[in-house]
């Protein structure tokens, strides 16, 4: 697709269309040149300044106790089933999940907000007329775990740091950004060149800050096994690569009392352990040595739970509701490779997908199929294009596929066989149509190569799941094949895009910004390692949509701008999508205790939960 001019796109209908998303409107609502405790996308915000603490927390929960879980979730070069560095924060090698509850971050997000943030290091910060820089006074109670104040220089340092050698998670936001400075201790002002997206500062303000003094004396790579100096409720504790590590509470932590965390960190250690297989980690669930777990696998879920400690009212089995977070699952076809650059190739792969016989036979009858890119959200794009979508979406005709402008692209369903005739003509016609004629059992281009397929997994449950998709693009004459590999080499081989076909899950926040989709969509990921643009998407138009998204001015306009994004996605068929489960199937040992209502935007059981000691004598765990 040619590229697109900036002022084409955005010869909207009319001036008026125009005008309601024009950068430099959202964030207006927050006011400048005074001092804001807190900050949110359109200036709404549940928390005043004195509060004292968060409505989803129990301020009276005890601490102490031990919480041995497997993570559910986890970010940046983070890795569940082995680690290598300790360094989570670069985006090399594969770091132990939940390393960021050891640094602290200028703001913290609120749960019960869609993106609300208050003040943790600074206790507040001020907008500049023009939206451009932001200026945060740090609070002087700050400390790193070794007593040492933690300041102003310590923040513009880790700013300068994440954007030069940070994760592509902490380098692409903060591209924008021209100076990090220390005006003085207690005073942190962050510059931005006004082509940022207004909302950036959400994301930003919740990078954990490292320390000067450690990096100025330790390398910025993968090679760490050493702790870095934090800041956090938490500190590295007992390791051993690639088993196990704990995660120590700090008994004398600076910001144990402050609002945004009082009821919160109540576990005087957190324990992972790392297993390669699934049910190696279900087995240590049954004996009580992983104490807390969200199961994954359906086929455990429905006929497992029939283990004594179980049967005898020890584990709890139990649903709890999902975040109010648009998410996806799908699997990425990678461009990168030039036989999947046409979409009608990308599409007969999907087609050869059979949910419908897979749900019956694998997911026993749970999971339902995805249809969209931002599943379980307003942003999932319904029917025929709305005239506001429309307005967007025109002057792109020439640079989306047709599709876009008809029904919101969706997976066709199948007749359940495992193996729909019809939708396996489709696939086939569609290969022939895109050049790939068949010889003998494969299909082959013009020069006789053959049009292979392989799916990339670390998992034996997603290896036996994908089997019967790859016999039937076996079945149309494509070389599929499935390969299964170690933690290691299959995170390498993601952050460098060594994969032709890869699964992948994530939430994206209830607001997103234009950095939030960046490193999943933006042609500006798509070269750089270890960014979450999997399928290598390059698209002039995309990319302007994100632009817009970025420039929301209000949720309406969002809704808008992202329906239209996922329009544009779904009809290029870059993700694939697969499924999602509309709860955490979560499964623990009875002695916890939790608040009773759940928060909308998160579900931190590490942080939120709490050891009930009579509930543990009960049970034996005392």
Aim: proline share 6%; hydrophobic share 40%.
């Amino acid at each position: 697709m040619a590229a697109l001019p900036r002022r084409d796109f955005l010869a909207l209908g009319g001036a008026a269309a125009a005008a309601a998303l024009l950068p430099g409107r959202a964030f207006a609502a927050i006011p400048t040149g005074v001092k804001l405790h807190g900050l949110s996308a359109f200036g709404d915000l549940k928390y005043g300044p004195d509060f004292t603490h968060f409505d989803y927390v129990n301020v009276d929960a005890p601490t102490g106790g031990i919480f041995n879980f497997s993570p559910p979730n986890w970010g940046y070069n983070q890795n569940t089933e082995t680690f290598n560095t300790l360094n989570s924060f670069t985006s090399k090698g594969d770091a132990p999940p939940r390393m960021g509850m050891c640094f602290d971050a200028l703001m913290v997000r609120a749960l019960d907000e869609p993106d609300a943030v208050y003040g943790l290091l600074a206790d507040g910060v001020t907008v500049s007329q023009d939206r451009n820089s932001f200026e945060f006074s740090m609070r002087p109670e700050a400390r790193f775990h070794d007593g040492t104040p933690l300041t102003a220089q310590d923040a513009a340092f880790t700013f300068k740091l994440f954007k030069d050698k940070g994760h592509p998670s902490l380098s692409l936001p903060l591209k924008h950004l021209d100076d990090a400075v220390a005006v003085d201790a207690r005073t942190l002002r962050l510059v931005f060149s006004g082509k940022h997206s207004a909302r950036t500062l959400l994301n930003v303000v919740e990078f954990p800050i490292v320390s000067k003094v450690f990096y100025d004396a330790n390398p910025f790579d993968s090679s760490q096994l050493k702790p870095a100096l934090g800041s956090g409720a938490y500190k590295v504790g007992r390791w051993s690569a690639g088993a196990w590590i704990e995660y120590e509470r700090v008994p004398d932590y600076w910001g144990r009392d402050f609002p945004v965390n009082r009821g919160q960190n109540n576990f005087d250690r957190i324990r992972i352990e790392f297993y390669q297989n699934r049910m190696a980690g279900f087995e240590a669930f049954k004996k009580g040595e992983i104490v807390y777990r969200e199961e994954a696998t359906a086929r455990v879920w429905a006929t497992a739970y029939n283990f004594p400690a179980f049967i005898a009212g020890k584990v709890v089995k139990r649903e709890f509701p999902s975040e109010k977070l648009p998410s996806m699952q799908a699997t990425a076809v990678n461009q990168r490779r030039e036989h999947f650059r046409d979409a009608r190739v990308r599409q007969a792969i999907a087609l050869c997908f059979d949910f419908e016989w897979t749900r019956r036979n694998f997911f026993f009858g749970t999971y339902e199929r995805s249809r969209s890119c931002f599943e379980k959200s307003d942003f999932r794009a319904e029917g025929m294009p709305s005239p506001e979508e429309l307005a967007l979406l025109e002057p792109l005709r020439d640079h989306v596929p047709a599709e876009t402008f008809g029904e919101a692209v969706v997976q066709p369903g199948s007749d359940g066989s495992g193996r729909d005739r019809k939708l396996l003509g489709q696939a086939a016609k569609l290969l022939n149509e895109a050049g790939w004629k068949r010889s003998g059992d494969f299909v082959v281009n013009d020069k006789g190569g053959r049009l292979s397929a392989e799916f990339l997994v670390d998992d034996d449950t997603l290896a036996r799941t994908f089997s019967p998709w790859a016999e039937n693009m076996k079945a149309i004459g494509i070389d599929a094949s499935i390969r299964l590999v170690d933690p290691a080499q299959y995170q390498l081989r993601q952050s460098t895009f060594d994969f032709d076909l890869i699964s992948a899950a994530f939430s994206f926040p209830a607001s997103p910004t234009r950095d939030d989709l960046e490193i999943f969509f933006h042609s500006s990921a798509a070269t750089v390692p270890g960014s979450s643009n999997l399928p290598g998407i390059s698209s002039p138009a995309v990319d302007a949509l994100i632009d817009v998204v970025g420039a929301a001015k209000d949720r309406e306009s969002l809704t808008v701008a992202m329906r239209a994004l996922d329009r544009v996605l779904r009809a290029r068929r870059d993700w694939i999508p697969s499924w999602f489960l509309a709860n955490h199937r979560s499964a623990y040992w009875d002695m916890f205790g939790f608040p009773a209502q759940k928060p909308d935007y998160g579900f931190p059981v590490e942080t939120l939960w709490w050891f009930d000691k009579d509930k543990a004598a009960k049970i034996g765990k005392g």
